[in-house]
């Protein structure tokens, strides 16, 4: 059998990241964070004073990124966060980055994390997870990360943000935030990171059989 792709989607802060990390560790796959792409291509149009809701300003940053642009330091907080889904909702953004995450797992496989990997860009992925949690507890997990780096913050504050970001990213015409048909709905609002691998596990070794 070739390397499966495993796509693992869902809303911000849900804990995709870290379950699909963990996925691929266990699995023995690469591991994509598709969302650095649509940060670094925000933080690009920042540096460069642009603004991230304009098509062609966008599309020439997403065009123009390099490797490098994904190991920057400031790619998450809030101005990041607004900057990649401003830049996110851009069908000429969507469309530059797309053969690039195709060709990523297409080979040997690979896990990647993000909206619309088992809508668009692997709808014959093997396995798809669309990770949720309650807005709560996801504005929760965010804040305790928030914190955990030093950065202050408000709960209430993190948690409209939130709400409106994932609001932005599921009214988009182009790849919006939903589950595909044929993905499991996996709730890790009373699940913690443990729990929620575990889960994903026996789902993904049930659909690998
Ligand atoms: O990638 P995404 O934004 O969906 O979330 P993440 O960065 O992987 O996880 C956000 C935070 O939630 C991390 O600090 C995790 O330790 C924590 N968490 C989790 O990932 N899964 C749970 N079931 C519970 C908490
Ligand atoms: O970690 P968190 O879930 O907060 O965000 P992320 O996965 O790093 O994604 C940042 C933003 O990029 C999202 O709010 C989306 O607007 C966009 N994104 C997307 O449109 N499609 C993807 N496959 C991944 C991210």
């Known amino acids: 059998m070739t390397a499966p792709v495993i796509a693992v989607d869902g809303p911000a802060a849900a804990g995709k990241g870290t379950l699909a990390r963990r996925l691929a560790a266990e699995l023995g796959l690469p591991y994509l964070d598709t969302g650095l792409l649509y940060r670094a291509t925000g933080r690009r149009v920042l540096d460069a004073a642009g603004d991230p809701r304009d098509p062609a300003t966008a599309a020439a940053a997403a065009r123009s990124l390099s490797p490098a642009d994904l190991q920057r330091s400031d790619l998450r907080g809030p101005e ?49 997870l669309f990770v949720t949690a309650s807005t709560e507890a996801r504005a929760a997990r965010r804040w305790r990360e928030l914190l955990g780096r030093g950065v202050a913050a408000e ?50 070794r049930e659909r690998l059989r």
């Open 155 to 204: 709960l209430a504050t993190v948690a409209t943000e939130m709400a409106a970001r994932d609001a932005q990213d599921s009214a988009r015409a182009v790849a919006p935030l939903r589950p595909a048909e044929d993905a499991v709905v996996l709730d890790t609002t009373e699940l913690d990171a443990e729990a929620a691998f575990a889960a994903a596990l026996a789902l993904v």
């Open 80 to 128: 990041a966060d607004r900057a990649a889904s401003a830049v996110a909702a851009i069908p000429e953004v969507r469309a530059a980055l797309l053969d690039w995450q195709r060709a990523f797992g297409r080979t040997h496989g690979a896990v990647l994390d993000g909206r619309d990997i088992g809508t668009v860009v692997f709808p014959e992925a093997p396995v798809k």
